[in-house]
């Protein structure tokens, strides 16, 4: 579009112009031609700067709005189930009385990794032509456990309460999300996330600006991976 009018506006200045420089060459008056020349010169180079800061500013609003587009929340969910066993025990007389409490339950949960783009932050430099990715947000892992209880053994003096399900919720969730560290939905929600950032990158390359982050020029998706997962 800014080519279009780079070439519109030099057609224009040719058309007016070239017509009188033929015109005074003609007619010998060689101080008239000089001065002509110059006007043209400076005509040129305004319309030229002009349709330059122009698509400076086209440019940088299209990045801005696609920017805008990857700003929203990228969950990934996931189900998990297994089969737990909580045990606690009350000594008493010296550890030489204990009363022993257990229960197998099965846990179902609904786990979400999500990254709520919109916090991410970025630098665009208009001059360089450049945009700078500062921080991308961290994964967000909510769980959702649902517990069933199976059988409880538990003793009158050592029965279940309420800190007990507190207990048996905390220790549900520290484990699903040990296991979520290493599980597939972990890499779908990083893939999700790249996915999301590759249309910037596809948008800068389109239109000849760079893509920067974590000190590094990003020319691929592969290379965008790599600087997020290390």
Do not use: C
Request: hydrophobic fraction near 40%.
């Amino acid at each position: 579009m800014a080519t279009r009018r780079n070439q519109s506006t030099e057609t224009q200045v040719k058309n007016v112009l070239v017509p009188i420089l033929q015109a005074i060459g003609r007619s010998g008056k060689l101080i008239y031609l000089v001065v002509i020349a110059v006007i043209a010169f400076f005509v040129y180079q305004f319309f030229t700067r002009s349709s330059n800061s122009s698509t400076i500013e086209y440019n940088s609003a299209l990045i801005e709005k696609q920017l805008k587009n990857v700003s929203k929340l990228v969950v990934t969910e996931g189900h998990y189930s297994q089969v737990m066993t909580y045990k606690d025990q009350k000594n008493y007389f010296m550890d030489l009385v204990s009363f022993e409490k257990k229960a197998l339950m099965v846990v179902n949960a609904e786990v979400t990794i999500s990254y709520d783009l919109s916090k991410i932050k970025y630098d665009i430099n208009e001059t360089a032509k450049t945009i700078t990715i500062k921080n991308i947000p961290e994964a967000e892992l909510k769980i959702s456990p649902d517990v069933h209880f199976y059988s409880i053994d538990e003793s009158y003096f050592n029965p279940f309460g309420t800190a007990d399900y507190n207990k048996i919720t905390k220790k549900v969730k520290a484990e699903i999300a040990k296991k979520m560290e290493k599980s597939k939905l972990k890499t779908n929600a990083e893939n999700r996330l790249i996915s999301e950032l590759s249309k910037i990158l596809i948008l800068t390359n389109t239109m000849g600006w760079t893509l920067h982050y974590n000190g590094e020029t990003i020319v691929s998706e592969t290379v965008l991976k790599g600087k997020i997962k290390t």
